[in-house]
């Protein structure tokens, strides 16, 4: 009986995660928090973004708009990957219009040994958001996320944005000791920051390598997966989300890393995605994916949408679960009207 009602009341995004038939396609957009939103920038004018990311109030009021106004299946945390590091001390702000910008780039040997190491003291200010977001939240599941360790050491290493990656790619193979030292370090950070998100309540999580697509399948097994990997086995109990843009080729290792869910870029259609993750592990299930309308499609007019939401939820069936996303975040200009005819699409959708 208990079991039953667990059953019946198990959010569509979570049945999905694990492999069930939920009762709706659960859907979520990346980065549907402060991006597209009038009322994200009246509340967000004259606060810059740290300082609202340290703020639990703000935090939990800039997560709950979508949900208000969207019906998604998902809350994602108001934060940024670069939150952990931060909060540990390292100096570093979020740059309108530009991005995180680091202000000592992480190169050396000396730089690594004093990158500091994250308590959960120096992140009480998400939990306390998460807190208050589990009593607004209902029945929605809040979503908890963190950079994976290749994504972070690129701001790190560049020192803000980067288009080519070079300065992380030279460490990389010039200094590999240095590089596994780098990443490890960066590992118990983001491991941390996520210990602290699901202990405070987060139904799953989601490990954002964007730029991991920058890298060769070679280079992403050897320099990267091991690290990811023990982030994501140092997270129980609540399901997994590993993503990153450009990743058709790595598909499969990111996978192995331990997702629960492989989120997939628009650029590989969910059934081609689907195959190549099961022919290189034949003997699990299907993985279960998330993904992957080209968020370009937000502006292409309600007939394309249409066309494209059917076409991803129909290629998703091969999977053994499908939840519903864009390949990539929000982009600024999407008429938050259109976000919210999606959803509708999505749900309408069989
Ligand atoms: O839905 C949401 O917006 C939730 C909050 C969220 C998330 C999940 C923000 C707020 N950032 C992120 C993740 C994030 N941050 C990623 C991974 C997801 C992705 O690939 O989009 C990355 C790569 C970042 C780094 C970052 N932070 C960038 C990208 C810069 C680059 O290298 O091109 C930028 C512009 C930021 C700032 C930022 N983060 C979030 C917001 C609302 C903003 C803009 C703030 C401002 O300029 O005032």
């Known amino acids: 009986m208990v079991g039953e009602m667990t059953e019946m009341t198990e959010p569509p995004l979570l049945v999905a995660a694990r492999g069930g038939t939920p009762s709706r396609t659960p859907v979520w957009f990346m980065r549907q928090a402060g991006r597209s939103l009038p009322e994200y ?9 740290l300082d609202a990311c340290f703020d639990p109030e703000m935090v939990c009021e800039i997560t709950m708009q979508p949900v208000r106004r969207h ?4 809350a994602i945390l108001f934060s940024d990957i670069v939150v952990p590091l931060k909060a540990a001390g390292v100096d570093l702000d979020i740059v309108a219009g530009t991005g995180p910008v680091v202000a000592s780039p992480v190169r050396t040997r000396d730089d690594v040994a004093a990158l500091p190491e994250l308590e959960a003291a120096h992140v009480r200010p998400v939990a306390d958001a998460i807190g208050l977001l589990l009593k607004e939240l209902g029945n929605v599941p809040l979503i908890g996320f963190a950079g994976a360790p290749f994504t972070l050491a690129s701001y790190l290493v560049e020192g803000g944005p980067s288009r080519n990656h070079e300065r992380t790619k030279a460490l990389m193979h010039s200094d590999p000791d240095l590089w596994h030292a780098l990443l490890a370090k960066i590992a118990d950070i983001t491991a941390e920051f996520l210990r602290v998100q699901v202990e405070a309540g987060v139904k799953a999580v989601q490990l954002f390598d964007s730029w ?25 109990g609540v399901p997994r989300i590993h993503f990153g843009v450009g990743t058709t080729e790595l598909l499969p290792a990111m996978r192995e890393a331990g997702a629960d869910v492989v989120g997939v870029d628009w650029r590989t259609p969910l059934d081609v995605a689907v195959r190549r993750m099961v022919q290189a592990a034949p003997d699990l299930p299907p993985p279960v994916v998330q993904g992957n309308l080209d968020p370009a499609l937000l502006f292409a007019g309600i007939p394309a949408l249409e066309r494209e939401v059917d076409r991803i939820v129909e290629e998703g069936k091969v999977a053994s679960g499908h939840i519903f996303n864009l390949g990539h975040g929000v982009l600024p200009d999407t008429d938050p009207d259109v976000i919210t005819k999606a959803v509708e699409l999505v749900h309408r959708s069989r």
């Open 212 to 236: 991991a697509g920058a890298l060769s399948e070679r280079d992403y097994r050897t320099f990267v997966l091991p690290h990811s990997t023990r982030v994501l086995e140092s997270i129980t």
């Open 71 to 74: 019906d998604v299946d998902g």
């Open 41 to 49: 920038r009246a509340l967000r004018a004259g606060t810059a973004m």
